[in-house]
């Protein structure tokens, strides 16, 4: 936007305006353009867990800035907590000039000062040309951070490249030099000797993660004339699973597009590493890829189902916040944390639907799909921070509790919920609600669409980031009451501004189910959540107004013995409580300030539920047939679900 004035003062006030209406994710373009922005990254030392990254800047003849900043993002999309990526840079410099590839040339150092943690201030010195040099060091391999090691190179653009402030919205170039018989990939690859890329703006090439090795395996499909591809780095056995997984990722794709309709792009990748030494495990979604680590071979147990549920939930986010997404979505002010209300929607409604395409695609039966739901409800409902926090607030909180550290001992566990599996609860009440007060004549489905529809694909662009416009959580409850025919804003007050119990029995009852809550097996915790850590077992957290609290138990506590047992872990502690009954008074012995503290575990009423959806015994044939086209994504035939 360009502010003419008569005098510096007058342009000032409306620059402050502006920027003050636009809130704190506007962002002004600079009244003295850069001519280009090309980065250049490195890795001549894998060893070293070195990124070296060269940021070459042409400044528009004449009218050259006196100084321009460089910043390091403080987070990255997708994983909303505050890792402050600048710890990692090193080595930073600022040069006077480009010389050209190839030649000899001595290029001066220009002035460089730190402004705060994330900020480096250039001075250009008069001069149009300018090179930034620094390097990151990067050994996490997750959907957030990055690993250069001897065996390969995988980044997530957010905690490698500076962006230079005012000046995301800059067209960039990206020039990638891999280590010799390495090959690179990513969601961008036009054909596979590509070293080069040309991004619209800063936020699309951090969007673009990208894996540089020696080793990967692709393969390939067609859905609706949309190139697919799977890129497959395994750190171990697959155990001839591989060609398997493609195929059950291109029924997720059908899956899903069967849904929503062909997506925009025309091609799209599954970047898939299958770490086997690793202990993480991670999914992040991008707008023409998904970035996926499991902490397992392909070849092990289990390992297998894991990473097509993944898929399932990082595919539907194409459509599920990397388009359709809350209004704070991008672009962003990477200087502070990002807080938006929607990510019960964004999130958790994805959970649902990834969870809902498996058994859509035919990976999952009735059977699997339900057991799955189970184990959300009686997650939620278990917790004490349901009663407490609302998905909204949940939402808010994201900065807290998506992987956050925590240098300080925190209450969360006993006050929060997250929004993954809250929203996915909402979602499931509310898809089946809809369908069920409707008649079968509308679903979530189709709420899902239209809002898709109406933010995205048609509404004017509201910022340089991306098509369409953002969305706020009464737009959704407006959208959802519209397409359904419906008033719900009683069920949106209750259940996702409050933190009422979901209204499963008149949910489930539409498609002739029910919840059913029975005592676990275990009836007792005592209010203990434990951790394993070097070979010791503590208390990791003590929930408010339990017998632990009770009994003076603390977190960080660590356990010696229970009624005797000095063989107590992580494994058998509910069992071994399960021993008892109510009214029980248990001997405990824990470590604390290495001290030997007695204390005695009076155990109260059973604290521990399970949930099961289950069949009604007097469902009706017009209920089983809308079950059936719930989980298959057909249309109903019938005019009533009574």
């Not at 001069?127 to 190179?153: M, W």
């Not at 009686?378 to 349901?386: F, K, L, R, Y």
């Not at 069920?436 to 694909?457: H, I, Q």
């Amino acid at each position: 936007m360009n502010f003419i004035s008569q005098n510096k003062v007058i342009r000032s006030a409306i620059l402050l305006s502006f920027l003050v209406l636009s809130g704190p994710f506007a962002f002004a373009q600079s009244e003295q353009p850069l001519r280009s922005i090309s980065y250049r990254l490195a890795m001549s030392r894998p060893v070293s867990h070195l990124f070296e990254v060269t940021m070459e800047i042409e400044l528009s003849e004449g009218a050259a800035p006196k100084s321009l900043d460089f910043q390091m993002p403080k987070w990255s999309p997708g994983r909303y907590a505050v890792f402050d990526f600048a710890k990692n840079v090193q080595q930073f410099e600022a040069l006077g000039g480009i010389c050209p590839r190839g030649a000899q040339c001595k290029m001066a150092p220009f002035p460089i000062t730190r402004i705060d943690d994330q900020t480096w201030r250039v001075s250009t010195m008069n001069s149009p040309r300018l090179t930034i040099r620094y390097k990151v060091f990067g050994n996490d391999l997750s959907g957030t951070f990055s690993q250069l090691d001897s065996r390969h190179a995988n980044y997530n653009g957010g905690s490698i490249f500076m962006y230079v402030v005012n000046h995301k919205p800059d067209p960039v170039r990206l020039e990638i030099n891999p280590p010799p018989g390495w090959r690179i990939f990513n969601g961008r690859m036009t054909s596979l000797d590509q070293r080069d890329w040309q991004f619209p703006n800063w936020d699309i090439l951090i969007d673009t993660p990208t894996e540089v090795a020696p080793d990967f395996t692709l393969d390939e499909f067609k859905v609706d004339a949309k190139l697919y591809r799977v890129m497959v780095h395994s750190f171990g056995d697959e155990g001839g699973k591989r060609a398997a997984l493609v195929r059950d990722i291109e029924k997720i794709v059908r899956a899903e597009t069967a849904m929503w309709g062909p997506p925009e792009f025309d091609s799209y990748t599954f970047l898939i590493h299958f770490a086997a030494d690793d202990h993480s495990g991670d999914g992040m979604e991008h707008l023409t890829s998904t970035q996926i680590i499991e902490p397992g071979a392909l070849g092990e147990t289990g390992v297998y189902g894991d990473a097509l549920d993944t898929v399932a939930h990082e595919f539907f986010h194409v459509w599920n916040v990397k388009r359709l997404r809350p209004v704070e979505l991008g672009p962003w002010d990477f200087t502070r944390p990002a807080n938006t209300r929607g990510l019960w929607i964004a999130e958790g409604f994805t959970n649902y639907y990834g969870h809902l395409m498996m058994r859509r695609a035919g990976i999952w039966d009735d059977t699997r799909f339900f057991r799955t739901e189970n184990q959300t409800v009686t997650g939620i409902e278990n917790a004490p921070g349901s009663h407490l926090m609302s998905a909204i607030q949940s939402s808010q909180l994201a900065a807290f509790l998506d992987g956050a550290p925590h240098a300080q001992r925190t209450n969360l566990g006993n006050i929060s919920i997250s929004y993954y599996p809250k929203g996915e609860l909402i979602a499931l009440v509310l898809d089946l609600l809809i369908r069920g007060r409707a008649n079968g004549k509308t679903s979530l489905d189709d709420v899902m669409r239209r809002m898709y529809e109406e933010f995205y694909l048609k509404s004017p662009n509201a910022t340089y980031y991306l098509r369409g416009r953002g969305y706020t959580s009464e737009d959704f409850q407006r959208v959802a009451s519209e397409v359904s025919g419906l008033d719900l804003n009683d069920f949106f007050r209750r259940y996702v501004q409050g933190v009422e119990v979901l209204p499963y029995d008149e949910a489930l009852a539409y498609v002739g189910m029910q919840l059913v809550r029975e005592q676990a097996r275990e009836p007792f915790d005592a209010g203990i959540r434990l951790n394993w850590e070097n070979g010791t077992l503590t208390i990791g957290s003590v929930r408010n107004n339990s017998p632990a609290e009770d009994a003076g138990l603390q977190e960080g506590d660590e356990i010696v013995s229970l009624g005797g047992r000095k063989s107590v872990s992580r494994e058998n502690w509910l069992v071994a409580l399960a021993r008892y009954k109510q009214g029980d008074r248990i001997p405990l012995t824990v470590k604390r300030d290495r001290r030997t503290i007695q204390a005695t575990i009076v155990l109260r009423e059973p604290e521990r539920f399970e949930y099961k959806i289950e069949e009604r015994k007097d469902a009706t044939p017009k209920q089983k047939e809308a079950r059936q086209a719930w989980l298959k994504g057909q249309a109903q035939t019938g005019a009533s679900m009574q």
